[in-house]
């Protein structure tokens, strides 16, 4: 059945759609935003406080029965349902899964740890090559340089820092002769809103360990309020974070950071519960005409809009297209990036009281990010910074990430939660792999989900070189243990089971050449003129920083384009 | 009724799904799983049985046929090995069982993962797949998935907030040493080395509660002795 035509449709009101949705109704456009999930209301997560709920049922997360995906590490392999979100109980584990359904996405389960890139990362396959030379890169391998630079992003950074709420403590701001604890951090024009969180108790240890050993340790950035922001409160550090929604605001959620002026201005509609299925097209192809979704009934509706916004992150994105058929020059889906977490454990002389506070209260060291890590080892292509993980953890969690070794049942398992889990801390970093054509997403040819669509498949194996990332840095990860006097410690290993960490990008690539990119700097596609397709996808390299603050950057960009303001770029025009 | 005491629903012996010989049998191998110690309530103290029977009836009724034939097989092989019933074995051989059936405590295997994840694990067992059997027709890899289900629900049981069931007086938290569902924590509390067994365990019916005066937050984001 047909609907109302509106000036724009954005499909998905999670990180990236949220803002485009809510910057473009302020500028005076009429926008319909279709989400799969609900509206959430300030009440809904008043008493999130549950374990059960939101981690090992994953209230808020999809799951492989309304969403199903499906997974292969090689292209000659046969795909199966995504085997490492479910144990025997069939639920997920939502760390492994696509973000949260529902208006704020990704960006109210997540752990909140915001990072800017620093200027190298624009530029990781032209510095690999001058520095390690041609062949250091796999073969097959599809990486790209950034189409835009640091600079050119920068201004979209302050806005996310400061328009939706960011707590950190800059280290490079331009015109202060002093620098901060980061030597390495790219300039900002001013430091962020709000002071850091407060470190969760173990991080002290952490930070000190760090200093001793000469790296140089700073307190991470996060989209977590430290204190009142724009009528949000502050963190009330209670430690159900990572997973869950925020009870007070704090957490700098879209549908609390960015919707709301959108839908003051009176020009954004909601709906919640609504499947888009398929972007419609011209005869021609070269423009979209809008989307066909399910309603909460389960009827088709035709909704046709001037502009549509696709948004619905970089895997239900690449699905989208796929599904509607868009995909002239081949490119959708390709250079599919993930992050292995290099997931490390111990536990601490004293009481760690890792249920307190959030992930991200905590400190990272960025001696071994990027391009610094060819001082230490140049067979290592691309380094990433180590992060402290000191709260938000909870007995379930910690029962299920207990060490190999470690009882499964008994009174051995009783006692090594009674004596272990007050003393838990731990440490990660994020190492992409290297894109490759071996690593894409599809069309599921078997897998369909409950509407008879098709589903998407991963084709995705950890490389050699992203298996020597993962080890290098579990090689610092042990001397920095033993520094800290931790008494027992494990990890994950260099290829985890995993093949999706809620980090995917890359899939519907952005560049300048309309045959090797599916979407240019701003997130239009060249195939159809009035279609913009946003997020992580956008992404021709990834690097060893969460991806949001950025791709929130980019929606930043690509509503101020869809707006007629004016961008200023520093680099290229023409191709990569 | 007295509306100012309502009875305690959190102490219920009722079932949603189970029978009551197969609640006894469920109880006993959550006991296993997570045995008391005299000082610390195990599984059975702390209402695991309960939590499963929920659980088995609201959000994973894909689950029933796992314990429902699960339960039965594990009849039959304790039978034919022992010659009685699960429950009436002795905690030693009730504990030979479930390393037999399940894996040892330790170095057993890695939590296995089986195909066609998003789907019950009965409808896998009836897919094809017929499984090892024992000499006595003993469906193996039935009782293995089966084991497998009472763990990991017997974890959840444990640690859950008590309004699922499980965790009844907060046995599992306060075994840990976890306080709950806590609004907040001060900078005091998260100086290192503070002693948090002093801060009050907290249910999401405590947090419920206090909704209607809530708390003042600035106690928690400032940093108070400044």
């Known amino acids: ?576 | 009724m007295n509306l100012q005491n309502p009875p305690n629903s959190g102490d219920s012996l009722a079932l949603t799904y189970l029978n009551d010989f197969e609640a006894r049998t469920v109880e006993a191998i959550a006991e296993r799983i997570i045995p008391a110690d005299g000082a610390a309530g195990g599984a059975t103290q702390a209402g695991v049985v309960y939590y499963i029977d929920r659980a088995i009836s609201g959000f994973s009724t894909g689950l029933q046929r796992v314990y429902r034939l699960g339960l039965r097989e594990l009849e039959r092989f304790c039978k034919q090995e022992h010659s009685a019933s699960f429950v009436d074995l002795t905690a030693q051989q009730q504990d030979d069982v479930v390393r037999r059936l399940y894996g040892k405590e330790t170095g057993g295997d890695e939590t296995v993962h089986p195909e066609g994840l998003a789907r019950p694990a009965m409808e896998r067992q009836e897919q094809g797949n017929e499984g090892s059997e024992s000499p006595g027709g003993i469906n193996l890899e039935l009782l293995h998935t089966f084991f497998m289900v009472v763990r990991e629900h017997t974890v959840e049981g444990y640690f859950c907030d008590p309004i699922y069931g499980g965790n009844r007086d907060a046995v599992g938290w306060r075994l840990v040493g976890f306080p709950g569902a806590q609004w907040g924590y001060t900078a005091e509390q998260m100086r290192p080395g503070f002693d948090a067994t002093q801060i009050p365990t907290k249910t999401l019916s405590d947090l419920r509660r206090e909704l209607k005066n809530l708390p003042n937050n600035e106690q928690f984001y400032t940093d108070g002795e400044k």
């Open chain 1, 1 to 576: 059945m047909p609907s109302k035509k509106t000036d724009v449709v954005v499909l998905g009101a999670g990180a990236a759609g949220a803002i485009v949705a809510s910057e473009l109704a302020q500028g005076g456009v009429k926008v319909v935003c279709l989400d799969k999930g609900p509206h959430y209301s300030d009440e809904d997560f008043r008493l999130k406080h549950d374990e059960i709920r939101y981690y090992a049922r994953g209230a808020i997360v999809p799951h492989m029965s309304t969403d199903p995906m499906t997974w292969r590490e090689g292209n000659k392999d046969a795909a199966t349902l995504l085997p490492w979100v479910s144990g025997p109980l069939g639920t997920a584990n939502p760390l492994h899964l696509a973000p949260s359904l529902g208006t704020g996405g990704g960006s109210i389960h997540w752990g909140g740890a915001c990072w800017r890139f620093r200027e190298s990362e624009f530029r990781m396959k032209s510095i690999i090559e001058e520095r390690l030379g041609k062949k250091a890169l796999p073969e097959g391998s599809t990486l790209e340089d950034w189409p835009i630079s640091y600079q050119d992003l920068e201004p979209y950074y302050d806005r996310v820092e400061w328009e939706l709420g960011i707590s950190g403590r800059g280290s490079n701001l331009v015109g202060e002769p002093q620098p901060g604890d980061n030597p390495w951090e790219a300039p900002r024009r001013r430091d962020y809103p709000m002071p850091p969180l407060r470190q969760g108790p173990a991080d002290h240890r952490f930070a000190d360990a760090c200093s001793r050993l000469g790296f140089h340790p700073f307190r991470t950035a996060a989209a977590i309020a430290s204190e009142p922001f724009k009528g949000r409160s502050g963190c009330t550090y209670c430690g159900y974070c990572h997973g869950y929604p925020c009870h007070v605001n704090a957490k700098t959620s879209t549908h609390v950071a960015a919707l709301p002026a959108g839908l003051a201005s009176g020009n954004l509609e909601i709906r919640d519960f609504c499947r888009a299925y398929k972007i419609n097209r011209s005869n021609d192809g070269r423009r979209v005409l809008g989307v066909s979704y399910y309603d909460p009934l389960g009827r088709s509706v035709d909704l046709e809009a001037d502009q549509v916004v696709v948004a619905c992150y970089a895997l239900e994105n690449a699905r989208l297209m796929l599904a509607s058929g868009i995909n002239r020059n081949g490119q959708v889906g390709k250079n599919y990036m993930t992050h292995a977490f290099g997931f490390f454990m111990g536990l601490t002389p004293e009481s760690s009281n890792p249920f307190m506070g959030p992930l991200v209260a905590s400190t990272a060291i960025e001696d071994f990010s990027g391009e610094l890590v060819h001082d230490y080892d140049p067979t290592v292509l691309w380094g990433a910074p180590i992060i402290s993980w000191p709260g938000d953890f909870q007995p379930l969690e910690i029962a299920q990430a207990m060490p190999g070794n470690a009882p499964k049942w008994g009174a051995g398992f009783r006692d090594w939660m009674r004596d272990n889990y007050t003393r838990i801390w731990a440490m990660y970093s994020q190492t992409a792999n290297i894109p490759t054509q071996e690593t894409y997403v599809d069309l599921d040819p078997h897998q369909k989900d409950k509407y008879g669509q098709p589903a998407l498949r991963m084709t995705h194996g950890w490389g050699e070189v992203d298996k020597r990332g993962v080890e290098f840095l579990l090689k610092q990860k042990r001397k920095i243990a033993q520094e800290m006097g931790l008494l027992a410690s494990w990890e994950e290993t260099t290829a985890p089971e995993y093949h999706l960490s809620t980090h995917e990008v890359g899939t519907h690539r952005m560049g300048d050449d309309p045959a090797t990119s599916v979407v240019d700097i701003f997130g239009r596609s060249h195939e159809c003129e009035n279609l913009f397709v946003i997020g992580g996808g956008q992404f021709p390299g990834y690097h060893g920083y969460n991806p949001t603050q950025t791709l929130q950057a980019l929606a930043y960009m690509t509503s101020d384009h869809m707006l007629d303001r004016p961008f200023h770029r520093s680099v290229g025009g023409n191709g990569n």
